[in-house]
């Protein structure tokens, strides 16, 4: 009994270890991943196929192969070209500005530009006003050492910026100075001397002189300043500058260069940045020319991966410079969203509306929360593809000093603002400025002054007579033509061109500040105009195709053809195919294909943006028992708006639901009829047509 016990207890036992046993192997062999001696987290291990937007990528146990290799790495140089565009806007933006300036002459820190008559739209300067005096000038620290610059009084704000936008000193009245002028000195930045300024500068003899002194950390700096018209005109502010600005190396105090001022005023040159692969060229000048010390080390090293290194050609092979060119492409479109379609939080000024800042999250360092998210990389290429001049006088709530900008690029409705409609812009009273306040309107192509009949696409209120309202408000016209009795107050736009206008207040107040007070939205007033003769445009085309069975192959369901060209293909035919089992070596299959486009315009306000799409496929087949054929439909009916006209080439842009189209218009179509803004209704069918006739009449083909 005691052995039997045992021995069934023992097989008791033995039963249960072998039972754990094959449990936990077995629950082991779950827990362990195929090729390791243990579980894997999934997270960490790559598939062998990757499915992404720039292709499937293949990998063996996590190596990527030839191909993978090669996509990578050329999306790799896309992105980086790319990002290199859009962190490298502020340096080629002021180097813009100095090749600019020295295609009219002033090619030395001693020759200043001057807008003494104002900036009119002729030179291409981003956001640039016409409502103050501009004087400015390139210092070269490099070629001069440190450097003296004498304001006079009453100068308006002032800045002096380092070759990638950033801030060295104000001057004038935000400046140290408080308007009332004086001398300040730039150190380059190699200058090792006992002068140790912080930012913005401090005051100090230097040879028996009071300085303002500022260190820059490049060895070119931008000297930008303003000067206030007196009853409306330049002449005063001109001669302020003429007579008492001051530029020389303070090693030739004793013999200073006399100045030299070029009028800027009428004259059509460049100061803003390309667009294409040239602006690598640009950005490896400013690179090569300035100390390293001037950019950080991610900066330096993400210009330095697409070929862009001080001490080092830019010369990129065949395959490099397409895919820049690619990125710069890319680049530029998407500092153009981030301009006019900004997603930025803290863009907006009031909720609801399309008013907003240039300085987003209020710093001039582009400083995010404190810092505490880091730099704001969207915020500083909002602002620098679209204006110059960083301060902290623009973001700092200096009551009754300084400038105040805001900016929008549509109308109440969200859409954009086009040039062929009359908008309104209420302006309502008691506007906190204590000096002035300004709208000017920007060809949303150059960011620069729009280029009209009108040399100042403006309103001042210190310059221009403005009819007011009874209530104090100012009610302001953008049109192609003034409205009737509206011509004081009319700023001219241009037909299939868009357009965008910024608010300039001059010594804001605090209700500016604290919101009390706001502009109004942009209005369309545009009538509609059910007279015009509204054209309709009809394309057509197609073309047949016929080719001869040669063999039918019935395990396949697949047919080899012979066409007009003697060219034999195969045809594999779907299970949706009726009637297969009727096709016969010698007869003949017919292919026809046709599109057909109909468009038709109706004058429209557009305002509510309609663009809809309704797509509908429809497919007829020939009955039980007869030849395989049929005949597959497909139609699109869709609303859009006229987006832009080119007279000269004949072709109209249409913005739909999912696309813009540009098409050319025939010449019996009456061009000047349709106006941008029209609302489009358009019939696209596409048709495809496979009938097979049988044998008889026709040569078996063997």
Same mark, same amino acid.
């Given at each position: 009994?005691?052995?039997?016990?045992?021995?069934?207890?023992?097989?008791?036992?033995?039963?249960?270890?072998?039972?754990?046993?094959?449990? !936990?192997?077995?629950?082991?062999?779950? @827990?362990?991943?195929?090729?390791?001696?243990?579980?894997? +987290?999934?997270?960490?291990?790559?598939?062998?196929?990757?499915?992404?937007?720039?292709?499937?990528?293949?990998?063996?146990?996590?190596? +990527?192969?030839?191909?993978?290799?090669?996509?990578?790495?050329?999306?790799?140089?896309?992105?980086?070209?790319?990002?290199?565009?859009?962190?490298?806007?502020?340096?080629?933006?002021?180097?813009?500005?100095?090749?600019?300036?020295?295609?009219?002459?002033? %090619?030395?820190?001693?020759?200043?530009?001057?807008?003494?008559?104002?900036?009119?739209?002729?030179?291409?300067?981003?956001?640039?006003?016409?409502?103050?005096?501009?004087?400015?000038?390139?210092?070269?620290?490099?070629?001069?050492?440190?450097?003296?610059?004498?304001? /006079?009084?009453?100068?308006?704000?002032?800045?002096?910026?380092?070759?990638?936008?950033?801030?060295?000193?104000?001057?004038?009245?935000?400046?140290?100075?408080?308007?009332?002028?004086?001398?300040?000195?730039?150190?380059? /930045?190699?200058?090792?001397?006992?002068?140790?300024?912080?930012?913005?500068?401090?005051?100090?003899?230097?040879?028996?002189?009071?300085?303002?002194?500022?260190?820059?950390?490049? $060895?070119?700096?931008?000297?930008?300043?303003?000067?206030?018209?007196?009853?409306?005109?330049?002449?005063?502010?001109?001669?302020?500058?003429?007579?008492?600005?001051?530029?020389?190396?303070?090693?030739?105090?004793?013999?200073?260069?006399?100045?030299?001022?070029?009028?800027?005023?009428?004259?059509?040159?460049?100061?803003?940045?390309?667009?294409?692969?040239?602006?690598?060229?640009?950005?490896?000048?400013?690179?090569?020319?300035?100390?390293?010390?001037?950019?950080?080390?991610?900066? =330096?090293?993400?210009?330095?991966?697409?070929?862009?290194?001080?001490?080092?050609?830019? &010369?990129?092979?065949?395959?490099?410079?397409?895919?820049?060119?690619?990125?710069?492409?890319?680049? &530029?479109?998407?500092?153009?969203?981030?301009?006019?379609?900004?997603?930025?939080? !803290?863009?907006?000024?009031?909720?609801?509306?399309?008013?907003?800042?240039?300085?987003?999250?209020?710093? $001039?360092?582009?400083?995010?929360?404190?810092?505490?998210?880091? =730099?704001?990389?969207?915020?500083?290429?909002?602002?620098?593809? @679209?204006?110059?001049?960083?301060?902290?006088?623009?973001?700092?709530?200096?009551?009754?000093?300084?400038?105040?900008?805001?900016?929008?690029?549509?109308?109440?409705?969200?859409?954009?603002?086009?040039? %062929?409609?009359?908008?309104?812009?209420?302006? /309502?009273?008691?506007?906190?400025?204590?000096?002035?306040?300004?709208?000017?309107?920007?060809?949303?192509?150059? =960011?620069?002054?729009? @280029?009209t009949s009108q040399p100042f696409p403006s309103k001042n209120s210190k310059r221009d007579a403005l009819q007011e309202n009874a209530d104090g408000s100012?009610?302001?016209?953008?049109?192609?033509?003034?409205?009737?009795?509206?011509?004081?107050?009319?700023?001219?736009?241009?037909?299939?061109?868009?357009?965008? +206008?910024?608010?300039?207040?001059? *010594?804001?107040?605090?209700?500016?500040?604290?919101?009390?007070?706001?502009?109004?939205?942009?209005?369309?007033?545009?009538?509609?105009?059910?007279?015009?003769?509204? +054209?309709?445009?009809?394309?057509?085309?197609?073309?047949?195709?016929?080719?001869?069975?040669?063999?039918? %192959?019935?395990?396949?369901?697949?047919?080899?053809?012979?066409?007009?060209?003697?060219?034999?293909?195969?045809?594999?035919?779907?299970?949706?195919?009726?009637?297969?089992?009727?096709?016969?070596? *010698?007869?003949?299959?017919?292919?026809?294909?046709?599109?057909?486009?109909?468009?038709?315009?109706?004058?429209?306000?557009?305002?509510?943006?309609?663009?809809?799409?309704?797509?509908?496929?429809?497919?007829? =087949?020939?009955?039980?028992? @007869?030849?395989?054929? *049929?005949?597959?439909?497909?139609?699109?009916?869709?609303?859009?708006?006229?987006?832009?006209?080119?007279?000269?080439?004949?072709?109209?842009?249409?913005?739909?639901?999912?696309?813009?189209?540009?098409?050319?218009?025939?010449?019996?179509?009456?061009?000047?009829?349709?106006?941008?803004?029209?609302?489009?209704?358009?019939?696209?069918?596409?048709?495809?047509?496979?009938?097979?006739? /049988?044998?008889?009449?026709?040569?078996?083909?063997?």
């Open positions: 009994m005691i052995s039997k016990y045992w021995s069934m207890r023992g097989w008791s036992i033995c039963s249960m270890v072998c039972a754990m046993l094959v449990l !936990g192997t077995s629950a082991y062999a779950e @827990q362990t991943t195929p090729g390791y001696n243990h579980k894997i +987290p999934t997270k960490i291990l790559t598939p062998d196929e990757v499915e992404t937007p720039i292709g499937t990528l293949n990998f063996f146990d996590g190596m +990527p192969d030839s191909a993978t290799v090669e996509k990578v790495y050329d999306n790799l140089d896309l992105i980086r070209g790319t990002e290199t565009f859009l962190n490298g806007i502020p340096a080629t933006s002021i180097e813009g500005m100095r090749l600019g300036f020295r295609d009219i002459g002033a %090619d030395a820190s001693n020759k200043a530009v001057i807008m003494d008559k104002l900036l009119d739209s002729s030179p291409l300067f981003l956001t640039g006003n016409t409502d103050t005096v501009y004087c400015m000038a390139f210092l070269d620290l490099k070629k001069d050492g440190a450097t003296v610059v004498e304001i /006079p009084a009453k100068s308006a704000p002032g800045t002096v910026d380092d070759a990638y936008f950033r801030f060295v000193t104000d001057m004038g009245v935000t400046g140290p100075d408080a308007g009332e002028g004086g001398k300040y000195l730039i150190l380059p /930045p190699d200058y090792d001397g006992d002068l140790n300024p912080p930012e913005g500068g401090m005051k100090a003899v230097v040879d028996g002189e009071t300085y303002f002194v500022s260190k820059s950390t490049s $060895y070119i700096n931008l000297l930008f300043l303003r000067g206030f018209l007196v009853d409306g005109k330049p002449d005063v502010a001109t001669a302020m500058f003429e007579n008492g600005l001051k530029i020389y190396p303070l090693r030739d105090a004793g013999n200073p260069p006399k100045m030299e001022f070029i009028s800027g005023s009428g004259k059509s040159f460049n100061t803003i940045h390309a667009n294409n692969f040239d602006f690598y060229e640009e950005l490896h000048t400013v690179i090569e020319r300035e100390p390293v010390s001037m950019l950080d080390p991610q900066l =330096r090293g993400l210009f330095a991966s697409i070929g862009i290194e001080k001490g080092k050609p830019f &010369n990129p092979d065949a395959r490099m410079k397409k895919i820049l060119t690619q990125a710069v492409a890319i680049g &530029n479109a998407t500092a153009r969203a981030i301009v006019f379609r900004p997603r930025l939080e !803290g863009f907006s000024y009031y909720p609801g509306s399309g008013w907003g800042t240039g300085f987003v999250g209020s710093s $001039y360092q582009w400083l995010k929360d404190g810092g505490k998210g880091g =730099r704001n990389l969207d915020a500083r290429a909002l602002f620098f593809y @679209q204006a110059t001049v960083n301060t902290p006088a623009m973001v700092m709530e200096m009551v009754g000093k300084g400038s105040q900008y805001a900016a929008t690029t549509v109308d109440k409705n969200g859409d954009y603002l086009y040039g %062929d409609k009359t908008y309104r812009l209420k302006i /309502p009273g008691n506007v906190p400025a204590a000096d002035f306040w300004s709208v000017v309107i920007y060809d949303p192509q150059t =960011r620069s002054e729009l @280029q100012v009610d302001l016209y953008f049109a192609p033509k003034a409205p009737e009795g509206k011509e004081a107050n009319w700023i001219q736009t241009v037909p299939g061109k868009g357009w965008y +206008p910024i608010l300039r207040l001059y *010594g804001p107040l605090k209700p500016w500040f604290d919101k009390t007070w706001r502009p109004g939205e942009l209005e369309s007033i545009s009538g509609v105009d059910s007279s015009r003769e509204m +054209p309709a445009v009809l394309v057509g085309e197609g073309a047949t195709v016929t080719a001869i069975v040669v063999a039918v %192959d019935w395990d396949n369901r697949a047919l080899v053809l012979r066409t007009e060209d003697d060219e034999l293909i195969r045809l594999e035919v779907s299970e949706e195919a009726r009637n297969f089992p009727q096709v016969r070596a *010698g007869d003949r299959v017919v292919v026809a294909y046709s599109i057909g486009v109909a468009l038709a315009l109706s004058p429209s306000d557009a305002s509510n943006g309609m663009r809809e799409r309704v797509d509908t496929v429809t497919l007829d =087949r020939t009955e039980l028992g @007869q030849k395989p054929g *049929g005949t597959l439909r497909s139609t699109i009916h869709a609303t859009g708006v006229v987006r832009a006209i080119d007279p000269e080439l004949r072709t109209v842009t249409f913005d739909g639901a999912e696309h813009t189209v540009t098409l050319a218009v025939d010449e019996d179509i009456d061009l000047p009829n349709i106006h941008v803004g029209d609302q489009v209704d358009a019939l696209y069918q596409e048709s495809l047509a496979i009938s097979v006739e /049988p044998a008889v009449g026709h040569p078996v083909l063997k």
